[in-house]
């Protein structure tokens, strides 16, 4: 069976410092990937998509970037954190040409 | 832009009672529309989806209706149960020939499902 895993589940880093969350997909090849992020009080807004190694794509302008250097790996980074990017990131896949996705159990970022 | 809209930000149901949670679009392009349901500091997990070829799918205590003239969907949960209590999310996608465009969700900003016992 399929999983997804992501780490760290909790994070506090302080402005200006950097960023990387890992998710990685077990029990499947060649997934679509995708990172979402929940601001408080509002609902997930697509940030990343993947649909290959070292293909992505941007769906926002932010300070955010993705990478994803093996087909189940899927990496949030920034270099330069910012107050605003603060809130709960959830990363997921999906097969191909299905709608449904599969999510992690999300990462709680707090920017001080 | 919302494209997808929770104009309720919570509903509160007697356990045993229907309850109904809605979901307007504006993308035309929308032809994909599924419910998630989110527990705190939980990933969403998928409930039940609709194509726009369907007025109407079914799973277990779960029905979803779709109006494409009005754009809206609603999900119904008969009966409720206090297990239920949750945040919903409704999301939408519009396919492509490529199909890529079937994971890229946008979602509605949910809904607070409470269900008293």
């Known amino acids: 069976s399929q999983t997804i895993h992501q780490w760290p589940a909790t994070l506090v880093q302080p402005v200006g410092s950097p960023l990387s969350l890992e998710c990685t997909v077990e029990g499947t090849s060649n997934p679509n990937l995708y990172w979402y992020r929940q601001a408080a009080g509002r609902g997930l807004q697509l940030l990343f998509y993947?649909?290959?190694?070292?293909?992505i794509s941007s769906e926002v302008p932010q300070n955010l970037s993705a990478s994803r250097p093996q087909d189940r790996q899927f990496i949030l980074s920034s270099k330069k954190l910012l107050l605003s990017d603060s809130g709960f990131y959830l990363c997921?896949?999906?097969?191909?040409?299905?709608?449904?996705?599969?999510f992690g159990e999300g990462s709680r970022l707090t920017v001080l | 832009d919302q494209q997808v809209k929770q104009n309720s930000p919570s509903l509160s149901v007697q356990e045993g009672r229907i309850s109904i949670l809605n979901c307007d679009y504006t993308n035309s392009m929308f032809d994909y529309f599924l419910w998630y349901k989110k527990y705190p500091a939980e990933g969403p997990t998928f409930l039940i989806s609709?194509?726009?070829?369907?007025d109407k799918n079914e799973d277990g205590r779960f029905t979803v209706f779709l109006n494409k003239s009005a754009k809206h969907l609603s999900l119904h949960i008969v009966p409720s149960q206090p297990g239920d209590s949750a945040v919903y999310f409704c999301?939408?996608?519009?396919?492509?020939?490529?199909?890529?465009?079937?994971?890229?969700?946008?979602f509605g900003q949910g809904t607070i499902l409470t269900v008293h016992p």
């Open positions: 609709i194509s726009s070829i369907k």
């Open positions: 999301a939408a996608s519009a396919g492509d020939a490529g199909g890529t465009s079937y994971g890229k969700l946008t």
């Open positions: 997921a896949w999906s097969g191909e040409n299905t709608g449904e996705l599969f």
């Open positions: 993947s649909v290959g190694i070292g293909q």
